[in-house]
């Protein structure tokens, strides 16, 4: 049963074959029979999850109307607030954090009477790409144990992955959603930058953050997106835009329909053009991106060559930006309002300062550092401005490239899972795993992950999907053509 | 392009971050290839660009000045390390 998608899994329950209580129950013994191997879960609400799943299942026999995801367990990066249920952030100094409020999206999932089901693991405050840097502890990848499951939503990524949960929610600063999705051969997606509210998302970048679904298909993604977007007062940066019903025209393909394959993502076939960064892809990657591409091009679509002449720019662009905006945003942290403070301290300052050295893990401090000596006297210009101005540059290239085609396609990542500790000793080697997820934050536009393969080895393989800004239904569209003629979605791994 | 130790200390203290000295050392190695790394923008001709913080073009909102629901202060302040009354409880902040 834990292997369904939400889809069947509602449709079983309308039909009258399963209740929200015996499918809460499958996925919690899944949880409790594979979660110690693959840590993924941070906290889990055994008795909160049951009860509301026979509150769920009470409204139904009473005949009340239900929400759109009524009955299905959903996990929840634990970067998100839920109102008297600790959120730690991965991080030390929130460990015994009980938030005071529901984050929007939560609030939307329990309008949708969707059971929240546990917290997932994920690299401290959202600052990582392997879930390696969580304060408590290593996500193992469902495929292969001694690999990570990617990150910074490692925990969700991996929980669909392990059919532990058949939806989840993760977020997205530099691909943490996406890379995560293509490690553990699922769907991810970053939705437009306003797409959905970040009240009560613990901030990271807040010019780069988005929250998006984890599902195993693009129906599940299709369903959890149209429930967790749209407006809200709360966060000014969420704009007033209609939320069409993504699951409605997921079957229509879109015709024409013109793919945009940027050089600098994917070598030319006869090697001209090949950037730097198309130089580092794995060749087993670029056989199935190109396998993915013959699809497309067998359902009518036209291959267009494009450039983005700077996007080998993007992960300096990105770790200027996002390092100042997070050495503001965990300013907050400083044993005054909440979180950890220091035991023993001499004044203020002192207090402050010893609060975040014993609070913050290694990576955050890393970041903090480089974004305050970036916005820091004589820097200042040099690094974050022209930062700023490269960003733009970014952007306008995505422009040109929406203006002649629907969307853009490459791999999600240059390699499949990697190791867990191989590339924790080299954080400049970490942050090139985002090489191509990142300028999608930077220029707001949505990206999806979908499986398109695996390995020799068996290690999944995501393609890349990127559109322009709210175009989130035609990128599920095109997604779903690809989906439609293959069956690497089905796949699960195989856990014993 | 290296940052010394003294620089990164400085850094740390404008950071409000306590430093071991193995972590100033290892800081002060890696934020040196990091920032090697992003000096590759200044190779760009970024002449006449605006810089862009933000990838909506954004406008003030405003609504009205009405009452609506907030915290108490029992909940805003149930998380404090510590606290007096209604207040957070810190150290003095003019000397000691």
Known sequence: MTDLTATELLQKQAAGDLTAASITSAFLNRIRQYDPALRAFLHVEEAAALQHAEAIDAKRKAGQPLGKLAGLPIAVKDVLCTKGRRTTAGSKILQNFVPPYDAHVITRLKDADAILIGKTNMDEFAMGSSTENSAYQVTHNPWALDRTPGGSSGGSAAAVAASQTSLAIGTDTGGSIRQPAAFCGIVGMKPSYGRVSRFGLIAYGSSLDQIGPLAHDLRDAALLLEVIAGHDPRDSTCVNMPVPEYTKMLDQPIKPLTIGVPVEFLPSPSGSGAGGEGAGLDPEIETAIRAALNVYESLGATIKPISLPHSPYAIAVYYLVATAEASSNLARYDGVHFGQRAEKFAGLIDMVKKSRGAGFGTEVKRRIMLGTYALSSGYIDAYYLKALKVRRLIRQDFDRAFAECDVVIGPTAPTPAFKIGEKTADPLAMYLSDIYTISANLAGIPGISIPCGFTKAGLPIGLQILGAPFTEEKLLRVARMHERETDWHKRRPPLE | ?96
Request: proline residues 4%; negative net charge; aromatic residues 6%.
């Open chain 2, 1 to 96: 392009m290296s940052l010394s130790a003294d620089e990164v200390r400085l850094v740390a203290d404008l950071a409000r971050l306590e430093l071991s000295d193995a972590d100033v050392a290892d800081m002060a190695t890696q934020l040196s290839a990091i920032v090697d790394y992003i000096n590759q923008l200044q190779r760009v001709n970024t002449d006449g660009v605006e810089p862009l913080a933000h990838a909506l073009d954004l406008r003030d909102v405003f609504r009205d000045d009405v009452l609506g629901q907030s915290l108490s202060a029992d909940a805003a302040l149930a998380n404090a390390p510590a606290r007096k009354g209604d207040f957070y409880r810190v150290p003095p902040v003019f000397g000691e």
